[in-house]
């Protein structure tokens, strides 16, 4: 499909944030083209169980996309399956070059890119998404209701998330591989007053074992000795790091440290005319109902910046 031409909104990202734009601003009456690059859904399209995206009582990742998609194509929603490979800020109009070479222009962009978790890259990994591996303490925490879990990581992250799960399960091994913590003094002090949470120093996961069908246990790796040993678990969470997809992102945008997005209250960026929603965006919360809730206020607020620019 020929996908080139003017449009007034370019959505670039598919995932829950991106769709949930695309159906704002299709009830808006805007000329509006979605671009995804991948499966449409993003994150949770790979995602096995999903839980807690309101009104929605369980559901799977796929299934839930697949929601998502068909009501943003029921308002008219034009989906292009393509990868974009650069975008270039202008004055009144901003552009979009796809893989195919095709160009796109629009007064309005609404960049929801989203992120990507970092993986350990172990065997057993990819195998047990979703049946006891998992990125996520607050999507995925329920599932494992007095059982016991590894969470792998040193930084904050891994240390709330560990905590977090201490609440749920009966026991917690945090992982990590060297002899100290990255993560905040407050938060190791709540930590090592967590009778249920257990630290194994100096050790990384060489391979998440399984029955087949679910997560049984993981094999350790003491780095100072090189011994081994086998843990007993019936999941794994892993927060090793999670990084924005933020190398298309125009440098006049202004993002923080890590990359993310900075954006005031209607998802507007540092440059007019572009939005950034989702888990592209600096903010506290990454999850699906946070992500649909920033498309909505992305799309609202190209509609009445696309409104001013007409005038
Ligand atoms: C395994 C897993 C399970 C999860 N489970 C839950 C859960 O149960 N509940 C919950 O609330 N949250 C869950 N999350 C978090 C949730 O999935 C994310 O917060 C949410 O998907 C963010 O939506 P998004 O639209 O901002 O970004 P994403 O879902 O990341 O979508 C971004 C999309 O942009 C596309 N894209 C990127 N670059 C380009 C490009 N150059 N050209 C075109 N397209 C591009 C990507 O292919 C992707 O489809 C889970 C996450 C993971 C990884």
Known sequence: MNAGGTYEVIIVGGGPAGLTAGLYCKRAALETVLIEKGLLGGQIAI????????????????????????????????????????????IDFHSVRLASGDLLIARALILSVGGTVRKLGVPGEAEYLGSGVSYCATCDGF?????????????????????????LTKKVYLIHRRDSLRASRILQNRLVSEPKIEIVWNTVIREILGDGKKVRAVTLEDVRTGEGRELSADGVFIFIGYSPNSHLIPPEVRVNE??????????????????????????FANQIVVAAADGCVAALAAAHYVEVQRA
Do not use: W
């Open 143 to 167: 599932f494992f209701r007095d059982l016991t879990v590894a969470v792998v990581g040193g930084g904050d992250t891994a240390v709330e998330e560990a905590l977090y799960l201490s609440k």
């Open 258 to 283: 890590q990359g993310f997005v900075i954006t005031d209250d209607r998802c507007a960026t540092s440059v007019p005319g572009i939005f950034a929603a989702g888990d592209i965006r600096q903010k």
């Open 47 to 90: 995602s096995k169980d999903v839980e807690n995206y309101p009104g929605v009582e369980g559901i799977t990742g796929f299934d839930l996309s697949e929601r998502l998609v068909r009501h943003a194509r029921a308002f008219g929603l034009k989906i292009v399956q393509e990868e974009v490979t650069e975008i270039r800020t202008g």
